[in-house]
C-alpha cells in the first residue's frame, strides 16, 4: 500500500498489495503437499456492516470489530489491521504490538515486519519490540521469504538479506514473487522467468505468467492456456486450462471449457470437471459450487456436505466460512454451524493456507482470483508496460484527439505508475477497489473502480447494469 508520501510496503497477504501483474491466481506453500497441524488455533477476520475485527473459534472478537479495512490473517499470534488511516500489529489477545501506530505495515516474517514509522517517509524493516533494525531509504519493501525480502530504490528491484546486504542485484522493474523452494518468479520484457537466491536464471522468461513451485511442479500461462512445469522449466502437464490451482494431497483444481474439476500429477481428470466453481482440497474436503450452491466433496468427488450454500470458503482448522440467508457463519466437517451466520463479510483469504506457509517458513501469494488483482489485470490491460495507452484503450482516434489536446496547452500525460491503494467491500460479492496514478510530472489522482463477483468469477464492473444486485450472482 502507498501511504501519503509515495513510499511502498508490499505484502504477499494484503491483497490490496496482490496487484504483482503476473500472480493471477495462485495460493502456494512449500515443496510438501502435506497439509499442517494447526492445533486447533483459529483466528478469522469478519466485517459487521460498519468495520472489520477479529474472532475466535467461538465467534467472540479478540480484537475489534474497529477497523476500516481487512486485518492480515492472524499468523502466530500476530496480525495488522488499519484505523482511523493508521496501521498497528496486535497480538491476537487485542493488545497493541510496540512501535504501532505508524504509517503503513505488512506482516512479521523471520520476526522482522516492514513498517512506515510515524516520522519517516521510508519503509524499514522493525522487530517484534518496534526497534528499527533495517533504514536503507528503500521505496518499497516486501516480506521476507527464505531469508530474503525484494527491495525496491530507484525504481529497480533487487533482494536484501536479514542482515540488510545486498543478495541480489536490482534487476527488475516490477514487483517479484517471493522464493518459495529456492526459487522466485520475475518478470522481465513482460515474460515471466524463475531465478534461484544467487539471482541466476533457472528458468529463462518465456511465461506469460507463473506461480510458486508447489510439490515440484509450477503452473504457468504459455498463450491462452495454464499448465504445469518441472523445475528444469520443461512441460509435466501441457497447458490446456482456463484456469489452474497447484497441487495439495496430489490433487489440482483445474478449469476447462467454463467447469472446474480436480487432475492428478499425470495431468488426468480424477474428478470431473462439473462444478461451476471449486477451490483446492484442505483438510480433507473441497469447496464445489453446483446449480444448487456451495457443499464440500471429498477426494473421491462425492458431495459430503451437500449444496446448500450461497458462498463458501475452505476449512481451516475444522472450521469453514459460509453464507446463508445473506450473512456469513462458519460450519464444522459435518456441514452444522459452530458460529452462526451473522456477519456481513469474512476475509476469504484463508488462514489455513497462511498457517501451512508459516509451518514451512515461506511466505508467498494468496489464494485465487481476488478484487485487487483482478483491477490491477484490468488497469494493466489499458496500458502498455510503460504506461502509455494500449490499442484496447485508446484507438488512434483518441490519441489524436489528445495529442491535440495537449498541443493546445494543455499538458495531458499517460500515467507513469499505478497504485492500489485499499478496498472497500461494499458487501461479499461488490468490492470498490481504490488507485492512485501518478504521472511523469509527478502528478497523482486518486480514482475508484468497482469489481464484482459474477457466477463465481470476480470482474471489473464495467456499466451501471453490471453494478445492479441483479447482476452481482
Same mark, same amino acid.
Given at each position: 500500500m502507498?501511504?501519503?508520501?509515495?513510499?511502498?510496503?508490499v505484502s504477499?497477504?494484503?491483497?490490496?498489495?496482490?496487484?504483482?501483474? @503476473?500472480?493471477?491466481? #495462485?495460493?502456494c506453500?512449500?515443496?510438501?503437499?502435506?497439509?499442517?497441524?494447526? !492445533?486447533?488455533?483459529?483466528f478469522?477476520?469478519v466485517?459487521d456492516?460498519?468495520s472489520?475485527?477479529v474472532?475466535?473459534?467461538?465467534?467472540?472478537?479478540?480484537?475489534?470489530?474497529?477497523?476500516?479495512?481487512?486485518?492480515?490473517?492472524?499468523?502466530?499470534?500476530?496480525?495488522f489491521?488499519?484505523?482511523?488511516g493508521?496501521?498497528?500489529?496486535?497480538?491476537? &489477545?487485542g493488545?497493541?504490538?510496540?512501535?504501532?501506530p505508524?504509517? *503503513?505495515?505488512?506482516?512479521?516474517?523471520?520476526?522482522?515486519?516492514?513498517?512506515?514509522?510515524?516520522?519517516?517517509?521510508?519503509?524499514?524493516?522493525?522487530?517484534?519490540?518496534?526497534?528499527?533494525v533495517? &533504514?536503507?531509504?528503500?521505496?518499497?519493501l516486501?516480506?521476507?521469504s527464505?531469508?530474503?525480502?525484494? #527491495?525496491?530504490?530507484?525504481?529497480?528491484?533487487? @533482494?536484501?538479506n536479514?542482515?540488510?546486504?545486498?543478495?541480489?542485484?536490482?534487476?527488475?522493474?516490477?514487483?517479484?514473487g517471493?522464493?518459495?523452494?529456492?526459487?522466485?518468479?520475475?518478470?522481465?520484457?513482460?515474460?515471466? $522467468?524463475y531465478?534461484?537466491?544467487s539471482?541466476? %536464471?533457472?528458468?529463462?522468461?518465456?511465461?506469460?505468467?507463473?506461480?510458486?513451485?508447489?510439490? $515440484?511442479?509450477?503452473?504457468?500461462?504459455?498463450?491462452? %492456456?495454464y499448465?504445469?512445469?518441472?523445475?528444469?522449466?520443461?512441460?509435466e502437464i *501441457?497447458?490446456? @486450462?482456463?484456469k489452474?490451482?497447484?497441487?495439495?494431497?496430489d490433487?489440482?483444481?483445474?478449469?476447462?471449457?467454463?467447469?472446474?474439476?480436480?487432475?492428478n500429477?499425470?495431468?488426468?481428470?480424477?474428478? &470431473?470437471?462439473?462444478?461451476?466453481?471449486?477451490?483446492?482440497?484442505?483438510?480433507?474436503?473441497?469447496? !464445489?459450487?453446483?446449480?444448487?450452491?456451495?457443499?464440500?466433496?471429498?477426494?473421491?468427488?462425492?458431495?459430503?456436505?451437500v449444496?446448500?450454500?450461497?458462498?463458501?470458503g475452505?476449512?481451516?482448522?475444522?472450521?469453514?466460512?459460509?453464507?446463508?440467508?445473506?450473512?456469513w457463519? #462458519?460450519?464444522?466437517?459435518?456441514?452444522?454451524?459452530?458460529?452462526?451466520p451473522?456477519?456481513?463479510?469474512?476475509?476469504?483469504?484463508?488462514? %489455513?493456507?497462511?498457517?501451512?506457509l508459516?509451518?514451512?517458513?515461506?511466505?508467498?501469494?494468496?489464494?485465487?482470483?481476488?478484487? !485487487?488483482?483482478?483491477?490491477?489485470? #484490468?488497469l494493466?490491460?489499458?496500458?502498455?508496460?510503460?504506461f502509455?495507452?494500449a490499442?484496447s484503450f485508446a484507438?488512434?482516434?483518441?490519441k489524436?484527439?489528445?495529442?491535440?489536446?495537449?498541443?493546445?496547452? %494543455? *499538458?495531458?500525460?499517460?500515467?507513469?505508475?499505478?497504485?492500489?491503494?485499499?478496498?472497500?467491500?461494499?458487501?461479499?460479492?461488490?468490492?470498490?477497489?481504490?488507485?492512485?496514478?501518478? *504521472?511523469?510530472?509527478g502528478?497523482?489522482?486518486?480514482?475508484?473502480?468497482?469489481?464484482?463477483?459474477?457466477?463465481?468469477?470476480?470482474?471489473v464492473?464495467?456499466?451501471?447494469?453490471?453494478?445492479? &444486485?441483479?447482476?452481482v450472482?
Amino acid at each position: 500500500m502507498k501511504n501519503g508520501m509515495g513510499f511502498t510496503i508490499v505484502s504477499w497477504f494484503r491483497l490490496a498489495i496482490l496487484a504483482t501483474g @503476473f500472480i493471477l491466481q #495462485f495460493s502456494c506453500s512449500g515443496e510438501s503437499s502435506k497439509p499442517p497441524e494447526t !492445533a486447533g488455533e483459529f483466528f478469522y477476520s469478519v466485517y459487521d456492516g460498519k468495520s472489520w475485527g477479529v474472532i475466535n473459534r467461538n465467534g467472540e472478537y479478540v480484537s475489534g470489530p474497529c477497523f476500516s479495512s481487512v486485518p492480515s490473517p492472524p499468523l502466530a499470534g500476530k496480525f495488522f489491521a488499519e484505523k482511523d488511516g493508521e496501521f498497528s500489529h496486535y497480538k491476537t &489477545d487485542g493488545s497493541r504490538m510496540p512501535g504501532s501506530p505508524c504509517y *503503513d505495515a505488512g506482516p512479521f516474517s523471520g520476526g522482522l515486519a516492514a513498517v512506515v514509522p510515524k516520522g519517516k517517509t521510508n519503509p524499514v524493516f522493525v522487530n517484534e519490540a518496534g526497534d528499527i533494525v533495517l &533504514d536503507e531509504n528503500y521505496e518499497a519493501l516486501a516480506v521476507f521469504s527464505e531469508g530474503l525480502s525484494a #527491495f525496491r530504490i530507484d525504481g529497480l528491484w533487487g @533482494f536484501v538479506n536479514v542482515s540488510g546486504d545486498l543478495a541480489i542485484e536490482q534487476n527488475w522493474d516490477s514487483l517479484p514473487g517471493p522464493f518459495v523452494n529456492g526459487l522466485a518468479a520475475v518478470r522481465e520484457k513482460r515474460q515471466v $522467468g524463475y531465478i534461484d537466491t544467487s539471482g541466476e %536464471y533457472v528458468i529463462r522468461p518465456r511465461f506469460r505468467e507463473g506461480g510458486p513451485f508447489v510439490g $515440484g511442479l509450477a503452473v504457468v500461462k504459455s498463450g491462452k %492456456y495454464y499448465g504445469y512445469i518441472n523445475r528444469e522449466g520443461e512441460w509435466e502437464i *501441457d497447458a490446456r @486450462f482456463d484456469k489452474a490451482m497447484p497441487f495439495f494431497h496430489d490433487l489440482a483444481a483445474v478449469r476447462e471449457e467454463g467447469n472446474w474439476g480436480f487432475i492428478n500429477r499425470s495431468g488426468e481428470f480424477v474428478i &470431473d470437471p462439473e462444478f461451476r466453481e471449486a477451490e483446492n482440497f484442505s483438510e480433507g474436503m473441497a469447496m !464445489a459450487r453446483s446449480e444448487k450452491g456451495c457443499g464440500y466433496i471429498n477426494i473421491s468427488g462425492e458431495y459430503v456436505i451437500v449444496p446448500q450454500f450461497e458462498a463458501a470458503g475452505s476449512f481451516y482448522s475444522g472450521l469453514a466460512p459460509v453464507k446463508s440467508g445473506g450473512k456469513w457463519g #462458519f460450519i464444522n466437517t459435518e456441514g452444522k454451524f459452530e458460529i452462526q451466520p451473522r456477519f456481513d463479510s469474512v476475509n476469504l483469504v484463508s488462514p %489455513y493456507t497462511m498457517a501451512e506457509l508459516a509451518d514451512a517458513g515461506k511466505r508467498a501469494v494468496t489464494v485465487s482470483l481476488k478484487p !485487487a488483482v483482478v483491477a490491477r489485470a #484490468f488497469l494493466e490491460s489499458l496500458y502498455d508496460g510503460d504506461f502509455h495507452a494500449a490499442s484496447s484503450f485508446a484507438t488512434p482516434s483518441t490519441k489524436e484527439i489528445l495529442d491535440q489536446v495537449s498541443g493546445n496547452g %494543455y *499538458d495531458f500525460k499517460w500515467p507513469s505508475s499505478i497504485e492500489i491503494t485499499r478496498q472497500n467491500p461494499l458487501s461479499d460479492k461488490k468490492i470498490q477497489v481504490h488507485y492512485k496514478t501518478t *504521472d511523469s510530472a509527478g502528478m497523482t489522482r486518486d480514482n475508484t473502480l468497482t469489481v464484482v463477483r459474477v457466477h463465481g468469477e470476480w470482474k471489473v464492473a464495467m456499466n451501471l447494469e453490471e453494478l445492479s &444486485d441483479d447482476a452481482v450472482l
